[in-house]
């Protein structure tokens, strides 16, 4: 547990070897759990980390603060408090774009950026009544798990939301606030953060999926912006792909971080 100005934070420390530690970022409205698969094949050799990002799963489920300057901040903390030296910072949709902030605000505390299913963005004024609306159709609460998977999209991407639940008051719900989880994304519905991504100077590697959430112009646009940056697209996968191939994406973030060795 690490502790921000009263926020607690909740991690998922699976220890591991003597690489370069590695810290996980889920993505809005995900858990820590998402990353289980990926860090228990990760810690054969690495330090990995996953944390519960504030407002998710386990960690303070109300902050008043949701602003992206927060997030950042509880990573750094993360990084501190748990003594992690420069490390890997991997995160995914909202999770990634929580990394690539903190890595550009913060050179001398990261070491390398991997993105998955993440990018600046642009303006989205829509974003948050979209989440929102998404949220609401959850038919809570869920009377079992397996209930809950097969509405979040079945296979192995329903049972990893599916796990973020718990029981409570006659079923299956979130560990999360729907509102807050609307908040979360006011400064990415005002903006976009292509500033910040021209700043970030760590070794990155961006990875895709064949989803369109990252769309191909902003893909394009990042490469252009820092030509250093290595990409790759996993076929037939969709936003939640490190639920879907996590033996992929272990293979792509090995391959890329033995490379920098």
């Avoid at 991407?157 to 409570?168: F, K, S």
Wanted: glycine share 12%; net charge negative.
């Amino acid at each position: 547990m690490v502790v921000r100005e009263g926020v607690r934070l909740s991690c998922r420390d699976w220890g591991g070897g003597p690489g370069r530690p590695i810290v996980l970022l889920h993505g809005l409205a995900g858990h820590a759990g998402e990353w289980d698969v990926l860090a228990r094949r990760l810690s054969s050799r690495y330090r990995v980390v996953a944390v519960d990002q504030r407002g998710h799963g386990a960690s303070e489920r109300h902050p008043q603060d949701v602003s992206r300057a927060a997030y950042v901040a509880d990573v750094i903390a993360v990084v501190d408090q748990l003594a992690l030296q420069q490390p890997v910072l991997v995160g995914q949709s909202l999770g990634g774009h929580t990394a690539m902030l903190t890595a550009a605000a913060h050179p001398e505390a990261v070491g390398v950026l991997v993105l998955v299913e993440a990018g600046p963005g642009g303006p989205n004024p829509n974003g948050p009544a979209d989440i929102g609306g998404w949220l609401d159709s959850w038919p809570t609460p869920f009377p079992s798990r397996e209930a809950a998977a097969a509405f979040l999209g079945g296979g192995p991407v329903g049972a990893g939301w599916a796990a973020g639940l718990e029981e409570r008051e006659g079923g299956w719900r979130p560990r999360f606030d729907r509102d807050v989880m609307v908040r979360s994304l006011t400064e990415n519905a005002r903006r976009s953060f292509w500033h910040e991504w021209g700043q970030v100077a760590c070794p990155t590697l961006v990875v895709l999926a064949q989803s369109s959430f990252v769309p191909a112009q902003e893909a394009d646009e990042m490469l252009r912006q820092r030509p250093a940056t290595m990409a790759m697209s996993i076929p037939g996968t969709g936003h939640d792909l490190h639920l879907e191939q996590p033996g992929i994406l272990h293979t792509a973030l090995s391959d890329f971080l033995q490379g920098l060795a």
